[in-house]
């Protein structure tokens, strides 16, 4: 009996061993973001915070840059949105009053993340923001969105990615995007506009515009005179 309770102690002790990690590293990461967000880079910021950040970027070395993606993804579980959206705030994403996201959020570059009081983040959504992405107030972005302003140059002869503020994505107010629709790097999505469902935009979209297909091309437009606002709160647990 008492072999059984060890190891079902163990057991459990390693089932938390991860939020221990999570919470004794998430300080310096908060310095980390902070820093990225303001200066840049770390050689540009004050003694003081370059100090306090060295810890982090020795963990980050430890787990090849791979600290930040697996915490973020283990924060995209929390039953609370509250919670979640403290954290992205606290590691740099600059975050409107309002503002839902929902399970399973990824976010990548979140200390370059812009996003307006009033939007609301899907299921499963991808939002790359290391060349730099801005969404704008009253935004709804259903689940399984994909914005993805990375990738490599296949015209490179060294595969190389461009340089990280040649392609930001910039997403205007009140914009719906519908499920599984995927944006990809360097666009400009008008105020107003309409992405339909699993449509890939590749370009930029004129405001109050109904894109869908592959390549997004407009298929209608939407009326100018919108004037709704997101002030809800998301379901308690989610």
Not at 15 to 42: N, R, S
Not at 75 to 90: C, D, N, W
Not at 188 to 198: E, K, W
């Amino acid at each position: 009996m008492k072999t059984a309770i060890i190891i079902l102690t163990i057991l459990v002790s390693l089932l938390y061993l991860k939020w221990v990690l999570i919470i004794l590293v998430f300080p310096f990461q908060v310095i980390h973001g902070q820093i990225l967000k303001k200066w840049g880079k770390e050689q540009n910021a004050p003694l003081v915070y370059r100090v306090f950040d060295k810890p982090y970027q020795y963990w980050e070395k430890i787990f090849r840059k791979g600290w930040q993606r697996y915490m973020l993804f283990q924060v995209a579980l929390v039953p609370s949105h509250h919670i979640r959206r403290f954290i992205y705030k606290a590691l740099g994403a600059e975050i409107g009053k309002h503002v839902v996201f929902h399970f399973r959020t990824e976010i990548r570059g979140i200390h370059r993340l812009k996003i307006g009081s009033g939007t609301i983040i899907g299921d499963n959504t991808l939002l790359d923001a290391r060349r730099g992405l801005t969404i704008g107030e009253n935004v709804n972005i259903a689940s399984d969105v994909t914005i993805h302003p990375g990738g490599h140059d296949i015209r490179d002869p060294f595969f190389r990615a461009p340089a990280l503020d040649s392609s930001p994505v910039v997403i205007g107010d009140r914009v719906y995007i519908g499920a599984r629709a995927m944006i990809l790097n360097g666009v400009t999505i008008g105020v107003g506009s309409v992405l339909c469902a699993g449509c890939v935009v590749t370009k930029d979209v004129e405001p109050y515009a109904v894109v869908a297909g592959i390549p997004a091309r407009k298929v209608s437009e939407r009326p100018h005179d919108l004037r709704y606002e997101f002030k809800g709160r998301s379901q308690r647990l989610y």
